[in-house]
């Protein structure tokens, strides 16, 4: 396994060679054109890097956590993931430190430990993903997506509560 990485680069050298490439030019470009996408896609990075860290310093996230909570307890989840559920959409970062957090006081073992660990494998970082990949296509228009993929995210998190008690409890 730890020689994939080497045999595979020397797999698409041989490959480029045989086909008559300008390997070093084709480096070249496409090096140039992954620094003009990175130009690209800066700003909306730096403006949800601030964002999250004004809906934590603010308090807005704990806010919504205590106004999500009475649901998510009528639902059945652990009362440890909800902050959880909340961040992953937004941020990556802070949510693993959140399953760490979990793991910590709970214990990975626990029903809340295994429902984080599936809520952290089945969920996205949805405005993070958004954000990048429609800046990079030069797409303005959400339309359909945000509330798509937030619905995935609930439906994802009702479902790692629901895999944990039938398969793992």
């Not at 620094?35 to 004004?54: K, R």
Request: net charge neutral; proline share 5%.
């Amino acid at each position: 396994m730890e020689m994939f990485i080497p045999l595979f680069t020397a797999a698409v050298v041989v490959f480029g060679l045989i086909k008559k490439v300008e390997l070093f030019d084709a480096f070249t470009k496409g090096a140039r054109d992954g620094i003009g996408v990175l130009v690209g896609i800066a700003p909306t990075l730096v403006g949800l890097v601030v964002a999250v860290n004004m809906l934590k310093a603010s308090g807005a996230a704990d806010m919504l956590c205590d106004f999500v909570s009475p649901a998510a307890q009528w639902l059945g989840f652990p009362e440890e993931i909800v902050p959880m559920i909340v961040l992953r959409p937004v941020s990556g970062g802070g949510s693993t430190a959140l399953l760490t957090g979990i793991y910590k006081d709970c214990g990975p073992d626990s029903f809340a430990g295994l429902c984080a660990s599936v809520l952290a494998g089945s969920t996205e970082t949805t405005f993070y993903a958004i954000a990048v990949y429609y800046s990079a296509a030069g797409i303005k228009k959400l339309r359909h997506t945000l509330p798509a993929a937030l619905s995935a995210d609930f439906t994802a998190a009702v479902m790692a509560v629901v895999s944990v008690r039938m398969f793992l409890s």
